[in-house]
């Protein structure tokens, strides 16, 4: 218990302090870096002060990196780390306090656009790609010559899909090959016609085709992973695939091939579980996943809007990233809810070990919403901007008079009958009569209320009128491991 919902203490006194040591040896920094294109775009851009944001793994290289750019370039680098949510995100409000005109993103993205403008970069790294191997094992995964697939890569792969694509071409017709959803620099036409963007990524149909005809082939993931199901960018692509059309993974070093399948299908009931969760709940807490990423504001007030429209109390909480040892000092919520970045809001979901199910904002307008789609139908939103109106997923909710609200709905995970929210209960309007009651009675109580009556302790009872008045006396003296009273022990 105490290593899920609590550090120990032997963990503070044993923690080594200060910065890690080099990770990438100087002449290979340029190459792991792509530094020369950070150059180039510091000095397309015309800034003096760059922030360069490195996740923790990275840290180590940061200050030989910012030594290079503030030589190469003359403009002064700031160093962003330990940032407050995911750092897929870019840190807008770091930046910002640092006095930045522009920065770089090193690492994994998640590409979620940020709520100010801001140029930024993005440097995901090259890594090596077996392309004989995975040319082979694509083949393998598709006999087919004529199946559509789509070719997708982990960022850090993405340079490579056009090499592998092109081995791939003399025998495979329908290929279509992804590339990260990078923001397109200023003042530049958008291509025509404009590719689909989805799950980060840019999709160049060409025209009366649809993404839902294509299989996918993923170049990405390590065979020392210790449980792959712990990629959030992978799990992303699985929820959100067609559930008819076949998936596969390949392994970039050894062109080791996987069916998703499999995983793809248990995440799907992971979902529907979820969903179920959040139904069944009465307090729901909202956290606050980014402060960042575009349109959050919004995404939290239609969140606290479709919590009040199912009857279900709602509360927001800012807790920076979300650990079981944070959420644990909140048991009345029954379930929580991260907004976040698509990847940011899958993680949590991902390593378990919460007192508490953590949804992602699909899932709790799956559960509020009476007029979204049944599973099967609905498409798993990675993002919370497309639940929000203007977006072509988006569902508005049904008027308080639809019969939506009033349909019967049983739980399948407790057998019982949900009841209806509390503001659609039928009322007789004919019936204008007052039935007495024997005594007062309390006809709605909040949900905090009614957990602490369920509660076998309930803190101090404060008895008034029931105590004798005293004179003040000396109470204990010293502190708590040792009273004066006590004695030595």
């Known amino acids: 218990m105490e290593s899920t919902f609590s550090s120990p203490a032997e963990a503070a006194l044993q923690r080594e302090a200060g910065v890690p040591g080099q990770l990438t040896p100087l002449a290979d920094l340029d190459r792991v870096y792509e530094l020369e294109g950070v150059i180039r775009f510091v000095r397309d851009v015309g800034c003096q002060r760059v922030a360069l944001q490195f996740p923790d793994q990275m840290l180590g290289d940061a200050g030989a990196v910012a030594a290079r750019l503030e030589e190469t370039t003359g403009s002064k680098m700031f160093i962003l780390g330990d940032t407050v949510y995911g750092s897929c995100c870019v840190d807008v409000l770091g930046a910002e306090q640092a006095g930045a005109q522009a920065l770089v993103h090193f690492g994994p993205a998640c590409l979620s656009p940020p709520a100010r403008p801001l140029p930024v970069a993005f440097v995901f790294g090259q890594r090596s790609v077996a392309l004989e191997l995975c040319a082979k094992a694509f083949e393998a995964q598709n006999p087919d010559p004529t199946a559509p697939v789509v070719l997708l890569s982990e960022?850090?792969?993405?340079?490579?899909?056009?090499?592998?694509?092109?081995?791939?071409?003399?025998?495979?017709?329908?290929?279509?090959?992804?590339?990260?959803?990078?923001?397109?620099?200023?003042?530049?036409?958008?291509?025509?016609?404009?590719?689909?963007?989805?799950f980060g990524r840019r999709f160049p149909l060409a025209l009366g085709r649809c993404l839902e005809e294509y299989g996918a082939f993923y170049v990405g993931g390590s065979e020392a992973s210790s449980d792959p199901d712990l990629d959030p960018d992978l799990s992303r692509l699985l929820l959100g695939w067609a559930p008819g059309r076949p998936f596969s993974s390949c392994c970039p070093d050894t062109g080791q091939t996987q069916d998703?399948?499999?995983?793809?299908?248990?995440?799907?009931?992971?979902?529907?579980?979820?969903v179920e969760r959040a139904r069944d709940a009465r307090v729901v807490g909202l956290l606050?996943?980014?402060?960042?990423?575009?349109?959050?504001?919004?995404?939290?007030?239609?969140?606290?809007?479709?919590?009040?429209?199912?009857?279900?109390?709602?509360?927001?909480?800012?807790?920076?990233?979300?650990?079981?040892?944070?959420?644990?000092?909140?048991?009345?919520?029954?379930?929580?809810?991260?907004?976040?970045?698509?990847?940011?809001?899958?993680?949590?979901?991902?390593?378990?070990?919460?007192?508490?199910?953590?949804?992602?904002?699909?899932?709790?307008?799956?559960?509020?919403?009476?007029?979204?789609?049944?599973?099967?139908?609905?498409?798993?939103l990675t993002h919370y901007a497309d639940l929000l109106p203007g977006s072509p997923f988006h569902v508005p909710l049904p008027p308080p008079e639809s019969e939506l609200w009033s349909t019967p709905d049983v739980s399948l995970i407790s057998g019982e009958l949900r009841p209806p929210p509390t503001w659609n209960l039928s009322n007789d309007s004919e019936c204008s009569a007052l039935t007495p009651r024997p005594q007062l009675e309390l006809v709605e109580s909040s949900p905090a209320a009614s957990f602490l009556s369920s509660r076998s302790w309930k803190g101090l009872e404060p008895r008034l009128g029931q105590t004798l008045v005293t004179e003040a006396v000396s109470g204990r003296r010293g502190i708590a491991i040792a009273y004066e009273d006590e004695g030595s022990s």
């Open 260 to 274: 998703e399948s499999a995983r793809a299908g248990r995440l799907r009931a992971r979902r529907r579980y979820l």
């Open 155 to 198: 960022p850090a792969c993405a340079h490579a899909l056009e090499t592998l694509a092109t081995l791939l071409r003399p025998r495979y017709k329908d290929l279509l090959i992804s590339s990260p959803a990078l923001p397109l620099p200023v003042g530049s036409p958008r291509p025509v016609p404009e590719p689909l963007e989805r």
């Open 288 to 380: 606050a996943g980014t402060m960042g990423v575009a349109q959050h504001r919004e995404a939290l007030a239609h969140l606290r809007n479709l919590t009040k429209a199912a009857g279900k109390r709602s509360y927001v909480l800012a807790l920076g990233q979300p650990t079981p040892a944070k959420l644990a000092n909140f048991p009345e919520m029954d379930v929580f809810v991260l907004l976040a970045c698509p990847l940011g809001a899958l993680a949590p979901q991902l390593s378990g070990g919460f007192f508490r199910p953590v949804l992602a904002p699909c899932e709790l307008e799956a559960a509020c919403n009476p007029a979204w789609p049944p599973p099967g139908l609905a498409p798993h």
